[in-house]
């Protein structure tokens, strides 16, 4: 069974860094892509970008290029995003997906609530 | 970037009411286009791939049409559990877009 486990929920202040992570299990980490989505309060689903464990290959949407980094770490199957310095805008759920038929997300974690606050 | 546009934002239907939400993009995304839906407090559920394959374990009253630019969504006879906000998403090209959903509530 494919199971995607995120890290539980972080309050954080403004200019913290912050990493939150997505283990996952039940199939070859190294052959899927994975996908971050975030989502605000009470807002839709916006992607942020995906990495290819398999090589670390990472893409970003522009909105969200040089705001966060999508790493990978096959040694435990676990792919993370993280933030060097936290706005209060960062504040919002976070899904990570794993893609099927390359392109597709049938497969997500809960989420990982972040809220930044001074 | 390709943008998705959906409508209606929102609407009010009844129980066993016919439900048809549509999805515009900006340039064609071929058939490359996925719905998904989403109940508060979950991740989202995806119901139709490749712009009109049912995903496995989705009910039948579920299904997708359209290619190109204009796609739709339509639930055949609305059930209890399909009150839910809805999401279309471009899988043709980076990034990979969302429309705004479509929020289904009870009349």
């Known amino acids: 069974e494919v199971q995607l486990v995120q890290s539980g929920a972080e309050v954080k202040r403004p200019g913290e860094s912050l990493k939150i992570s997505c283990q996952t299990s039940g199939y070859t980490f190294t052959e899927f892509w994975i996908d971050w989505v975030r989502q605000m309060p009470g807002k839709g689903l916006e992607w942020m970008g995906t990495i290819y464990p398999g090589d670390s290959d990472a893409r970003y949407s522009p909105s969200f290029q040089g705001q966060v980094t999508i790493s990978a770490d096959k040694s435990i199957n676990t792919a993370y995003l993280h933030w060097s310095s936290l706005k209060a805008s960062d504040s919002a759920m976070y899904f990570c997906?794993?893609?099927?038929?390359?392109?597709?997300?049938?497969?997500w974690g809960r989420g990982t609530l972040v809220s930044v606050s001074s | 970037d390709i943008q998705m546009t959906q409508s209606p934002s929102s609407l009010s239907a009844a129980v066993g009411d016919r439900v048809t939400i549509t999805c515009r993009a900006s340039?064609?995304?071929?058939?490359?286009l996925a719905w998904y839906q989403q109940k508060p407090g979950e991740a989202p559920k995806l119901l139709i791939f490749?712009?009109?394959s049912l995903q496995s374990g989705v009910p039948s009253r579920f299904s997708g049409s359209g290619s190109g630019t204009h796609f739709t969504l339509t639930i055949s006879s609305l059930q209890p559990e399909d009150f839910a906000t809805y999401y279309c998403q471009q899988a043709s090209t980076f990034p990979y877009t969302f429309g705004l959903g479509t929020k289904v509530e009870i009349k």
């Open positions: 340039q064609s995304v071929s058939s490359w």
């Open positions: 997906a794993r893609r099927w038929a390359s392109r597709y997300l049938p497969f």
């Open positions: 490749a712009a009109s």
